[in-house]
């Protein structure tokens, strides 16, 4: 089993459109967690952190399931700026925090 | 703004020779890491550091070795580039404590022909 499992997509989703993605992990010592966000030809940047809680930034809402051990990614109303690949990151914890990224789900949003 | 380059965008090389890719950052982030992407298979760690002069393998280190004299430069080298070995490079920054957010580079399609 992969350590971190995405759904490579494409989503095609028409704008306005709420998309839902998840992600789920193997390890259950994971610690942090972290949606990523990578335009064509780009480098990947972190859209916002996962908390135990959930969190939500303005159209995105993350959320943790340390039970079933799976993240999500909520984007409402999507725009055309919101396709990309989003990339779902897992931290172990410990000294050196071993970092491992999903695949990434492709999201395209159409006019 | 953190900033994190690498030295190439992009690099054509033959096989049998040997490549050096760059990275330099801005922040003092005492932890700096090489990935390489490919499609299907995402981000695949292939060699990190956490101070000057120390690193450790990632997943995939066959083929690579590093070196870090300084802390703001991560060098990756392949010491005899392959065909297989053509991939995007991305280097990446991070500092301690924190949210680990990782800063990456803008990458280095290398193709080896």
């Known amino acids: 089993r992969k350590e971190v499992e995405q759904d490579p997509g494409p989503f095609n989703v028409p704008e306005g459109a709420t998309v839902a993605f998840n992600c789920t992990y193997s390890?259950?010592?994971?610690?942090?967690f972290f949606w990523y966000r990578q335009d064509c030809r780009k480098e990947p940047k972190l859209l916002m952190s996962?908390?135990?809680s959930g969190n939500e930034d303005g159209r995105f809402t993350a959320q943790l399931n340390r039970a079933s051990q799976y993240i999500s990614l909520l984007i409402r109303d999507s725009k055309l700026s919101d396709s990309a690949t989003y990339l779902c990151v897992v931290t172990l914890g410990g000294g050196y925090q071993k970092v491992t990224f999903g695949i990434g789900t492709k999201l395209q949003v159409i006019p | 703004d953190v900033k994190v380059t690498q030295s190439s965008r992009y690099l054509v090389k033959r096989t049998g020779e040997k490549v050096f890719l760059e990275c330099v950052q801005d922040?003092?982030?005492?932890?700096m890491f090489w990935y390489r992407q490919d499609p299907g298979l995402g981000l695949r760690l292939i060699y990190f550091s956490y101070d000057v002069k120390m690193k450790e393998k990632g997943d995939i280190p066959e083929g690579y070795s590093v070196s870090r004299e300084k802390k703001e430069r991560f060098s990756l080298i392949l010491e005899s580039a392959s065909t297989n070995q053509t991939s995007m490079y991305l280097c990446a920054s991070r500092g301690t404590g924190g949210t680990y957010e990782q800063y990456f580079g803008p990458g280095t399609r290398l193709t080896v022909t």
């Open positions: 390890n259950s010592a994971s610690q942090s």
């Open positions: 996962v908390y135990s």
């Open positions: 922040m003092d982030h005492e932890n």
